[in-house]
């Protein structure tokens, strides 16, 4: 045959296919979500997602040592609260869990960037990530209670607050209640576009958090709109978000990729976990390599354009990328 072209020359050897590659992965990329727990020496399994723990206070600062000795970029916390309430109020208890960890993680291994979600699913009896007024999920009252939320882990030496609740006007309202209170340099990671989606059926499982009455769908965005995600990333950007996330990943790499063009500021994915527990459970059953799988799926989220990861993979693939780079096997 006589072609001009044959794509395949550059695919002949693992050297090559590297030269020729246009996306790469770093551990640095990614962010391991974490949960939090009372007591001491305690790795909770969370059944709902093989192989992710609940840790107590004591056992996280030993888990995110080994993470920045693997080169992983940062960890998100989450707290288990076995106190909620109609208010949740533990959510800015500066003794609360979450509090704690950032505490001691903070004391141990400073540079790690650690992040706090600010939301009150964790803490209401409802299962709410705002206040239920007369059957209302009402917006600017829980926007008050997500600033004391951000507040207490800005004071307990937060690098970012990751605001997660999809209530109007909060990056603006954290960003001014950070600043008067001198803490101009924590930085914030909106969840800008947030979907009401399915697959964080797992993480609910993992905190008890599920919603006891309805669903999200008055504040989360409906999986059907691409335009609406592009005006919450401006806006979000208007009131000072430094970083903007799209969330779950792999249903909305399209939105990933709209944002990366039209946007300057750094983009966030949220590898949620019904994807991690798909593919740990398609392994298990011996469907799926599970290692190949979380390998091209954290690469597409890369390649649509996202800087960073939230990833529940984030240990396993920091480890296999230390691995990798070592040899061509
Ligand atoms: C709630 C919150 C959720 C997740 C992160 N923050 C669940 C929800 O909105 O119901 C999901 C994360 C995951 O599924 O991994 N503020």
């Not at 040592?65 to 076995?82: D, P, R």
């Not at 141990?108 to 999920?137: F, K, M, R, W």
């Not at 798909?278 to 800087?307: F, H, P, T, Y």
Request: proline share 4%.
């Amino acid at each position: 045959m006589d072609l001009v072209s044959r794509p395949r020359r550059l695919r002949v050897s693992a050297p090559i296919r590297g030269l020729v590659r246009e996306t790469e992965i770093s551990p640095r990329q990614l962010i391991y979500p974490m949960f939090v727990t009372e007591g001491k020496s305690k790795r909770e399994k969370i059944v709902s997602m093989p192989g992710q723990f609940r840790f107590s206070v004591d056992e996280i600062v030993r888990e995110c040592e080994e993470l920045y000795a693997l080169g992983v970029g940062g960890v998100n916390l989450f707290g288990f609260s076995k106190e909620k309430n109609k208010s949740g109020s533990k959510s800015y208890d500066s003794n609360g869990l979450v509090q704690k960890a950032v505490i001691e993680i903070k004391s141990a291994i400073p540079d790690l960037c650690v992040q706090t979600d600010v939301a009150l699913d964790p803490y209401t009896s409802h299962g709410h990530d705002g206040l239920v007024i007369e059957n209302e999920i009402v917006n600017d009252e829980s926007v008050q209670v997500l600033c004391k939320m951000a507040l207490s882990h800005a004071e307990a030496g937060a690098d970012w607050v990751a605001p997660s609740d999809m209530m109007d006007g909060r990056v603006g309202e954290i960003r001014k209640t950070l600043d008067s209170n001198g803490f101009y340099n924590v930085g914030i990671l909106a969840y800008s576009a947030k979907y009401a989606s399915s697959f964080y059926g797992p993480f609910r499982g993992a905190l008890e958090s599920a919603p006891k009455n309805g669903d999200k769908k008055t504040y989360q965005m409906d999986p059907a709109n691409v335009r609406e995600a592009l005006r919450e990333i401006s806006l979000d950007i208007e009131q000072g978000a430094d970083i903007v996330m799209v969330k779950p990943a792999l249903t909305y790499l399209d939105v990933i990729s709209r944002a990366y063009q039209i946007f300057d500021v750094p983009i966030a994915a949220y590898n949620v976990s019904g994807e991690y527990s798909m593919v740990v459970a398609a392994s298990q059953k011996g469907w799926i390599d599970r290692e190949k799988a979380m390998m091209e799926m954290l690469l597409s989220i890369r390649r649509a354009g996202a800087n960073m990861i939230l990833t529940y993979f984030a240990k396993e693939a920091a480890a296999f990328l230390r691995a990798e780079y070592g040899s061509y096997s």
